[in-house]
């Protein structure tokens, strides 16, 4: 059974979580728009 | 001279390749981290670390992945600094920034843990410490690519400057076994085997792959975005030049 319940240590467990989905998050963000952002630039350029 | 794959040595070929391949780690990364923290948080509470232990999951991967990072940029900055091959040093430049995240997030999630179970959230043990001076130098890394203009001296100095750092992985790795630490050894990959039961060594070594497939994703994504920068100031060059 799921148990999201972290009772005392919640304080520490869920900002781990947390922080890593931002994190995660960050980096896919960051990779994505400047992949999209130099293939538009090499695409316009090469024309 | 070492051969190289083919999809490594010709960037056409790597475009080709990462297009499909990228996308299909990143769902494989989903996949997996969806099975990782659904056993994770089926997992009985640790006798001893109650649901600390729940940190586990993502301290240890990360930790993991920020060395296995450093491995890459370190061997891709070989291949660019002896071969001078582009793309070498593309993955090189692409990587280092995807390793600070990791390094910093092992450092984060093991000050999380580290609060509740040691009662600090820093102690300069060998194995922190050292964890700290290989974020320190991704970031000197990142800072030495950003601050030469000249795309060739960039690429040597920083990997000069990446294989030296790769002195300290070793120093990373058996920290623990060469000095007393406050932070625990190795209780995975060692001589007698994993050291916790399999309802908490499988949701790890889920994450594990699943950080590691997410990796790969955004390494090669990373990597094209490089070669399509590359492509475009190649451009802005031959237009400038008439």
């Given at each position: 059974m799921l148990d999201l319940d972290a009772g005392k240590y919640a304080a520490f467990v869920w900002p781990a979580y947390g922080l890593t989905a931002l994190v995660f998050l960050g980096m896919i963000v960051f990779t994505l728009r400047a992949s999209a952002r130099w293939r538009r630039k090499a695409q316009k350029d090469g024309e | 001279m070492i051969p190289a794959p083919a999809f490594l040595s010709n960037p056409e070929r790597f475009m080709a390749f990462s297009r499909w391949a990228a996308p299909m780690f990143g769902v494989t990364a989903v996949v997996l981290a969806l099975a990782g923290l659904w056993l994770g948080f089926t997992a009985p509470e640790d006798y001893q670390q109650g649901d600390t232990v729940r940190i586990m999951f993502i301290h240890v991967p990360a930790a993991w992945l920020s060395m296995f990072v450093y491995v890459c940029l370190a061997v891709a900055s070989f291949l660019a600094l002896v071969f001078r091959h582009a793309l070498a040093d593309a993955a090189a430049q692409a990587a280092a920034p995807l390793g600070a995240a990791f390094t910093f997030l092992a450092l984060v999630t093991g000050a999380l843990w580290g609060r509740p179970m040691w009662g600090a959230w820093w102690v300069w043990d060998a194995r922190l410490t050292s964890v700290l001076v290989l974020f320190l130098v991704y970031l000197?890394?990142?800072?030495?690519?950003?601050?030469?203009?000249?795309?060739?001296?960039?690429?040597?100095?920083?990997?000069?400057?990446?294989?030296v750092g790769a002195v300290n992985l070793p120093v990373v790795k058996f920290s623990v076994d060469w000095w007393n630490t406050l932070h625990q050894g190795a209780s995975v990959f060692r001589k007698q085997g994993p050291a916790m039961t399999n309802e908490f060594l499988w949701p790890l070594l889920l994450m594990g792959l699943a950080f590691m497939a997410a990796f790969g994703s955004l390494w090669l994504v990373g990597i094209r975005a490089q070669v399509w920068r590359r492509r475009a100031e190649a451009a802005a060059l031959r237009a400038a030049r008439g």
């Open positions: - | 000197a890394y990142i800072a030495l690519r950003a601050s030469l203009d000249d795309e060739a001296k960039a690429a040597r100095a920083g990997a000069i400057l990446a294989l």
